[in-house]
């Protein structure tokens, strides 16, 4: 636990990335460090790797850390993980621009389909193509901007989870 973390605090945000060349993705290893530190208890979720390709964030989740009382995945704990995911997505899109905002999420939902019975995948992508498109424009417009995301979770070839939320950048202060 992160004795440093105070409530009403803020943690200090993580330096953006300075001259990346675009073929080279921000090191997620240091954002997920980063991540543990400023949300405590993100160390306890189980995420054993992020990667991302194209406009996917994957995790990769062990499911020990989010068992519940019957053996599978706890339904708490899978829906922090995709109201994270979600968030991360869109903090990771956002620095990626060269751009520190907060992001808060303004409505979430989760549909659990099947038992969580193993290690598993969770992936995040926009509700609609146009989706990072859109949010660019009202950026730009307006200092703010919404953009809907979905997650799905895999056990093996096995879809456990659809969950979606709507995610608001908030304007500068």
């Not at 004795?3 to 290893?29: C, I, K, M, T």
């Not at 790797?49 to 708490?76: E, Y």
């Not at 899109?93 to 969580?116: C, H, K, N, T």
Request: proline residues 8%.
């Amino acid at each position: 636990m992160n004795a440093s973390r105070q409530p009403g605090v803020p943690h200090p945000r993580l330096a953006l990335p300075e001259n990346q060349p675009e073929d080279q993705p921000e090191d997620l290893v240091a954002f997920q460090q980063w991540l543990s530190d400023a949300i405590p208890m993100v160390s306890a979720l189980g995420i054993s790797k992020m990667t991302r390709q194209g406009d996917a964030l994957t995790w990769q989740l062990a499911i020990v850390p989010n068992l519940n009382d019957k053996g599978t995945g706890f339904g708490g704990a899978l829906t922090a993980q995709t109201t994270l995911q979600g968030w991360c997505w869109i903090t990771l899109w956002l620095r990626e621009r060269g751009l520190a905002r907060d992001v808060v999420v303004a409505e979430a939902s989760q549909r659990f389909l099947a038992p969580v019975t193993g290690d598993y995948r969770l992936i995040c992508t926009p509700a609609a193509p146009e989706g990072p498109a859109q949010l660019a424009n009202k950026l730009a417009e307006r200092g703010k901007g919404r953009i809907a995301l979905t997650q799905k979770l895999y056990c093996g070839e096995t879809l456990c989870l659809e969950a979606s939320g709507s995610y608001a950048v908030l304007p500068e202060h």
